[in-house]
């Protein structure tokens, strides 16, 4: 069964002179394990699929079922949980907070998960290590470079160890050595059953990934 499965998704912002329809129409299914790229040019609406699929925003038409349940029927504190629990999220501007060490910053998710300090030190310490920025645990995020920046955002979206990461550009401001870092630790939490679905621009991030997802003005190509 399909984890994610957007029917005749539509989403139109704002009214009148103002109004934009960023999804006109959008249908597609993501299986449990699968690794997706969406792929399309600037203001395609790429971000906004990945915030409707994030629970981040909701859609102005359509169907959209998570695990086989329909997004409306979730109260808001299920909606609260999943966010939290069910996916991680790697936003196009990183959205770290400046006044926080890089491992205040990675330790956000676990705040509600009820697990044990030690527990929470290692598994932090743990991503930070992978992620090859364990020597920026206790800088503050306001001095860190693009590319750090990066990281510590992707370190954040899998310390939870969610369900489906959602990645949006999470490689744009690395150099090669680091992006090929990042997508292996993409390919192999993938490996380990998640699913993952990666916004990018780039066609060697895309070919990390089992299948491509097309978008051209709001609709899906090919
Ligand atoms: N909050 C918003 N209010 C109004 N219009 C918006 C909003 N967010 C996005 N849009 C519009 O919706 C369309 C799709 O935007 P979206 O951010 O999804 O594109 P994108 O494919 O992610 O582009 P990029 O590759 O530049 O990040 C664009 O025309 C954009 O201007
Ligand atoms: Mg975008």
Same mark, same amino acid.
């Given at each position: ?10 989403? @139109? ?13 959008? =249908? ?16 395609? +609406? ?13 859609? @102005? ?51 509600? =998960? ?24 206790? @800088? ?6 693009? +590319? ?19 990645? &949006?550009?999470?490689? +744009? ?18 490996? =380990? ?23 051209? &003005? ?5």
């Amino acid at each position: 069964m399909s984890i994610i499965s957007m029917n005749e998704i539509y989403k @139109t912002y704002g009214s009148g002179e103002t109004e934009v329809k960023a999804l006109r129409g959008v =249908s597609f299914s993501i299986d449990k394990g699968d690794m997706i790229a969406i792929m399309g040019p600037s203001g395609s +609406g790429k971000s906004t699929l990945l915030n409707i699929i994030g629970c981040i925003d909701s859609a @102005t038409g359509g169907k959209y079922f998570l695990d086989g349940r329909l997004i409306e029927t979730f109260d808001s504190g299920e909606m609260a949980k999943l966010r939290n629990e069910m996916f991680g999220f790697v936003i196009q501007d990183f959205a770290l907070i400046d006044r926080y060490s890089v491992y205040k910053n990675v330790k956000i998710p676990l705040t509600y =998960s009820h697990k044990s300090i030690s527990y929470e030190k290692d598994r932090v310490e743990n991503v930070l290590s992978q992620l090859k920025i364990l020597d920026k645990k206790n @800088t503050m995020a306001s001095n860190l470079s693009g +590319g750090q920046r990066q990281r510590v955002a992707i370190a954040r979206a899998i310390v939870n160890e969610p369900e489906i990461i959602l990645a &949006d550009e999470p490689t +744009g401001a690395l150099d090669s050595d680091t992006e090929d870092d990042v997508m292996n630790i993409f390919r192999s939490l993938n490996e =380990s059953g998640k699913t993952i679905v990666i916004v990018t621009h780039d066609t060697k991030i895309a070919s990390y990934c089992d299948r491509i997802i097309r978008i051209c &003005d709001g609709v899906i190509e090919g």
